[in-house]
């Protein structure tokens, strides 16, 4: 059974450009997390997927930012304009289908790592 | 809004001492969920416990053991007979059961605690 896998692990980028990262999540997860993790805190909610359905989206998420999970399997979190401040870990996280006790644990992939230069 | 606080930003303790990692949350919710997560040096927050706000029972893994009470709203983590492959990050996190107790919302973390275990 594979985990959470993302790619790129890492991505360099000069101010400006746009990036794109992906996340496979465990296989038969229906929803999928994004988070944001910068160095020395602990990782922000950016905005979770059931299936193909965004349901939640938090106010870090700037316009800048967009998610998708088309075919409610792996998703692509897009930022266009990278801005310096954008620099950290992204992780990406799933959990299997909810059950009666109403959350799920999430499981974790390893992030990529964005530099904007 | 929830809000998890861990205090302890840094602990260095020499390997066999035993260790306690605090954890303080907040929230309206009566219905909620704790989790604890590691995360080593390599970057991979490692899930290590769940539990829902209707069970007050202590857990023991191993090495591992977690105080959970209600009435200080703590969730503490004990690690005994520390070992160095023990240093880490770790991170105690909060999520609510939602609106619709779906418990979808995306978990709240605290800043996290580096605990250095010497040889």
């Known amino acids: 059974d594979t985990g959470v896998s993302q790619n790129p692990r890492h991505k360099i980028t000069k101010r400006g450009q746009n990036v794109t990262f992906r996340c496979d999540p465990i296989?038969?997860?229906?929803?999928l997390y994004w988070y944001r993790q910068t160095l020395g805190q602990g990782p922000e909610f950016l905005t979770y997927?059931?299936?193909?359905?965004?349901?939640?989206k938090s106010r870090l998420l700037s316009d800048r930012f967009s998610a998708e999970r088309p075919k409610g399997s792996f998703s692509t979190l897009e930022i266009q304009r990278t801005e310096q401040g954008d620099s950290a870990m992204y992780l990406c996280?799933?959990?299997?289908?909810?059950?009666?006790?109403?959350?799920?644990?999430?499981?974790f992939g390893p992030g990529t790592r964005l530099t904007v230069l | 809004a929830q809000k998890v606080t861990q205090a302890q930003t840094e602990i260095s303790v020499v390997e066999k001492e035993d260790v306690t990692l605090d954890c303080v949350y907040e929230?309206?919710?009566?219905?909620?969920?704790l989790f604890w997560y590691k995360q080593p040096p390599s970057g991979e927050l490692v899930f290590l416990i769940r539990?829902?706000?209707?069970?007050?029972q202590n857990e023991i893994s191993g090495r591992y053991s977690w105080n959970f009470q209600k009435s200080t709203s703590s969730f503490n983590f004990t690690i005994t007979a520390s070992q160095v492959v023990d240093s880490a990050v770790y991170f105690c996190?909060?999520?609510?059961?939602?609106?619709?107790?779906?418990?979808?919302?995306?978990?709240?973390f605290g800043k996290g605690t580096h605990l250095i275990i010497q040889p």
């Open positions: 996280a799933s959990s299997p289908r909810v059950v009666a006790e109403g959350t799920d644990t999430q499981y």
């Open positions: 296989s038969e997860h229906n929803r």
């Open positions: 997927f059931q299936n193909e359905a965004q349901l939640e």
């Open positions: 929230t309206r919710d009566t219905t909620y969920y």
């Open positions: 539990r829902n706000s209707f069970d007050e």
């Open positions: 996190a909060l999520s609510e059961a939602g609106y619709s107790g779906g418990g979808a919302d995306g978990l709240t």
